[in-house]
């Protein structure tokens, strides 16, 4: 790239002021140039934005370094990507704080986003050794697994898969799973008010499965952990996948 980019610019770009003498890479240069003129308004939240090709010639500087410059915008949120379409800006972004509880489905909601919340599959089963374990269940106790799918702009967000016992929540099936915050469901219905949450995160890669959902993304995903007591005991494990460029956490921790 050095030689190639050296006969582009000698010093100074023509284009937007990008500086090849500059020890800041020519791809964070181009993304603070573009983040600035979405910031200044020139697209606006659902605006198509422009594409690699465009841009190449807009700017003249490499594919790669594009790429790599969307990339970047598309990870601060600023962008993202709808299969078939090409990249579009956004201003939608999720900022929960983990000093209060929370359900994820109402957080999206809360942003303004047409939200999409599809029961994809609900059976009762044999826990799993994690979900025994982290409920506390007996052996040959059975519990009910709820896979939900939560989407917004045509684009997959979330993948839910939900456990409860059977014995806590009898006839849950025939309930509306697809009720945007199922906290509400399980108080409403069955008396379980929630009391505290243990709850842990962790960065992974797209499993087989729910590659189904989220297609072959180039975003970092975060798994969400959950376990969920009343006053007694522990009722529902939930553990939700959830797409790391639209969602941040925060906490505040008081000192002394």
Sequence with gaps: MGAEMKQQFPGKSKHGGLDETSSVPLYSQLASLLRGKIAAGQ?????LFPSETQLVQDYG???GTVRQAINQLTQQNLLYRKRGVGSMVTSARIDQSLNEF???STSFGATGLDLLVELKG???LAPPSTVMDRLRLKTGTRVFWVERVLSARGEVLIVEHIFVPVEFFPGLLAQDLSERNLYELFLREYGFKVNRAQESFEMVEVCR???????NLLVPLLQHT???FD???PFEFRRSTIRGDICTYHVEIKVG
């Design 122 to 124: 609900a059976k009762e």
């Design 61 to 63: 500087v490499s594919r």
């Design 209 to 215: 499965h729910e590659a189904l959902y989220f297609g």
């Design 231 to 233: 006053e007694i005991r």
């Design 226 to 228: 959950r376990v969920t």
């Design 102 to 104: 929370y359900d994820l």
């Design 43 to 47: 697209w606006k939240e659902g605006d």
